[in-house]
């Protein structure tokens, strides 16, 4: 393995341990709640697992979204027009999410009414990224 030599007297020692994740936790946030629900949030789990804002809302993303494509299957193939109505609740709360998400400016997305009920679950999809 090759080392980095230290800088020269005088010379800023550039920051160790930094990740990517940091300066791109907003646009991680955002895309966590915008690409594709739950299985973007899937990724985005995997990909800020070093940032903890960035995995919580990955992970309350998929937990909210979750349930809403399991019951979208499911009612796709029983009965059609409620699963248009459905899809159009998801919708709603997929905007919510976003909209969310881009004033939380990285932070963790406090999501109303669903956000508090799948709190609980959190940790446990947290602990999927070690």
């Known amino acids: 393995m090759s080392q980095i030599p230290p800088p020269p007297p005088g010379q800023p020692v550039p920051p160790s341990g930094t990740s990517g994740v940091g300066t791109n936790k907003n646009l991680y946030t955002i895309l966590a709640w915008a690409l594709l629900p739950p299985l973007g949030s899937l990724v985005f789990l995997f990909v800020g697992k070093d940032d903890p804002d960035v995995k919580y809302n990955a992970a309350l993303a998929m937990i909210i979204h979750g349930p809403f494509l ?50 609980q679950y959190v940790p446990m999809v947290e602990s999927w990224a070690k």
Request: proline share 6%; aromatic share 16%; glycine share 6%.
């Open 70 to 119: 399991i019951v979208a299957i499911v009612l796709s193939i029983v009965f059609f027009p409620l699963y248009l109505v459905w899809a159009l609740l998801w919708f709603v709360v997929w905007l919510v999410g976003l909209i969310l998400a881009l004033q939380a400016n990285g932070a963790r997305v406090n999501y109303p009414v669903l956000g508090p009920l799948a709190a």
